[in-house]
């Protein structure tokens, strides 16, 4: 595991990805990692594509510059298009397949995960496909502890929230067969 | 007032700076604004200095450049230290003047706020500071409207904290003649 890694999700607005980064830089801080957690809010959140970037590090983080991130969950067409040429060449690519209908050329590792059908399907809310694919992120890049998201989890949505988060999380570390 | 408003908030770990940051970066886009909002957490804030930084904008941000800021909130001595080198040589600078012993020499317009005094003994506990600079900033600064930080703030914090931290916005609002 390199020294520093940067992660950043992207979709539309309201598909949960602020919250799934919240998610994930908690986790990080649990296992006692630095961590810089930036968000969009706003105009841009309503419209069109959302991120949240998330850099972990086990040493103190230089407040963030831009560059490539290690790992890009896609949760829409259009965030794809909008910020696979800033994921590194060799980095690893995490997408909705439910939302990306064409994944172009790349040299990234790629992992599909039918979130937003599970969700709805299994959840009975699409709203949870965010909480698979942090799931899918968990198990397929180890960067954080199953159980440390879920204290995670725990510690960001509201009690009535929790279960369903949790199982949601647990259905995303179960897609990808290891 | 500029289309793209830089602000850094820094203190020490537990002061709630990045709370402010939040509620600051929600009331701008309750105003409609595009807003990116970074945070650290971790190892860094809970040990030396915390920072949280609310960038503002009419239009689109390009994610968070490494810039100089406008506004600098300093809730401590190291922090003002550490960061005043980025501030834009006539920003704005805001310190909690029971923080801060020793002002270095700047350009800056620089406004000395008694926020944890203020908290102490108006609200019985320190951990109100971070709204009373936010009450102060918004007063100074204009940046976002007084309505819309009370409606973040209700948004932002657990019911039973919400009129206490309300009440502190308020004290900071008239710590500045204006």
């Not at 961590?35 to 959302?50: H, K, M, P």
Request: overall charge positive; glycine content about 8%.
């Amino acid at each position: 595991m390199p020294k520093r890694i940067e992660v950043r999700i992207s979709g539309f607005g309201g598909q949960g990805v602020v919250l799934a980064g919240e998610i994930l830089g908690r986790a990080a801080a649990y296992e006692g990692k630095y961590v810089v957690q930036t968000q969009s809010y706003g105009a841009e959140a309503r419209g069109g594509t959302a991120r949240s970037e998330v850099i972990i590090s086990d040493g103190k983080i230089d407040f963030p510059k831009v560059r490539k991130c290690d790992i890009l969950v896609a949760m829409s067409q259009n965030a794809l298009e909008t910020h696979l040429k800033d994921l590194k060449e060799k980095g690893v690519l995490i997408v909705d397949k439910d939302k990306v209908e064409h994944l172009p050329e790349t040299k990234a590792k790629v992992f599909k995960i039918p979130a937003t059908k599970t969700a709805a399907k299994l959840l009975k809310s699409r709203l949870y496909a965010n909480v698979i694919m942090l799931g899918a992120l968990t198990k397929i890049t180890g960067i954080v502890k199953e159980k440390a998201v879920e204290k995670a989890i725990t510690d960001s949505v509201p009690e009535t929230a929790r279960e369903a988060n949790i199982r949601g999380f647990r259905k995303g570390l179960k897609r990808v067969a290891t």
